[in-house]
Each structure stands twice: as C-alpha cells, then as structure tokens.
C-alpha cells in the first residue's frame, strides 16, 4: 500500500464493510455475495469480488487463504491469530501465546509489515459431536 490509489465512494462496499465488521465467521465471497443480495438485488457476484480487492487494498479486510476451501475475509485489522478446523472447515479468531514481532521492526534484517499464526485442528463443536 505503498500509493494506495483513490476510490470513488460506493454504497455496496460501504455495506460489505459493515456486514464483515459484524461478521465473526470470517466469511467467503460467495457468503457475502448472497447476503448482500438481500440489500441490492441486482449485485454481481464479480461486484462482490471487485469491493472486496478494493477493501483490502485500502487496509480495510484481509483475505485469510484457505488451503481446503475458498478466501475468506476479514475486517478485523487487529493482530490476531486463526484456528483452522480440519473436520468442518471453520475458521475462528484465537488468542495465542505466540510471540509477536512489532510492525516495522527488523527480523534477519527483514523489515516487518505483517504477521499471521495459523492453528490447524479439530474445533470444540466438532470434538462434542465426536463423543
């Protein structure tokens, strides 16, 4: 985001940025697609996708990859970790005990603009199905 380019405002990225603020599930672009439906009938899926690039290039939402699945995203900017659930697909916000490396500090003579930790497992909820 070194020349962030200029955006003219628009009423359906406004409202994708609500829902993900809202939202906890860390959800994909077809999930935010069929809930913005809901609001303006007439959005395209590649609206959807157009909004989210440029929420995520303006440092809005990050786009969390999911090896088994679909990007997922979310507005929440904080360092954060990720729990990965193998069985059902979920992905959670942790606390973690990781270190953190402060953003702009040097590591290996690397400077640091970001950090994520990833947890891969079997959630609670599936866990009590299990048993």
């Known amino acids: 985001m070194n020349n962030p380019r200029l955006f003219r ?6 409202k994708i940025l609500a829902f993900l603020k809202d939202s906890k599930d860390h959800p994909s672009a077809d999930e935010i697609y069929g809930k913005m439906k809901e609001h303006f009938p007439s959005i395209s899926l590649g609206t959807v996708y157009r909004n ?17 699945g679909p990007d997922r995203f979310d ?18 916000d942790i606390e973690s005990d990781s ?3 402060p953003t702009g500090k040097l590591l290996n ?12 497992g079997i959630c609670d909820t ?3 199905k299990s048993h």
Not at 52 to 68: K, M, S, T, Y
Not at 76 to 87: N, T
């Open 75 to 92: 507005a929440d900017m904080y360092a954060h970790s990720h729990f990965y659930c193998e069985k059902c697909g979920m992905i959670y």
């Open 52 to 68: 989210l690039g440029v929420l995520h290039e303006q440092g809005h939402v990050n786009r969390i990859i999911h090896a088994e």
């Open 99 to 101: 270190k953190a490396i």
């Open 126 to 128: 599936c866990l009590k």
């Open 9 to 14: 405002y628009s009423r359906q990225r406004e």
């Open 109 to 120: 003579g690397h400077r640091i603009n970001k950090q994520t930790t990833s947890y891969y």
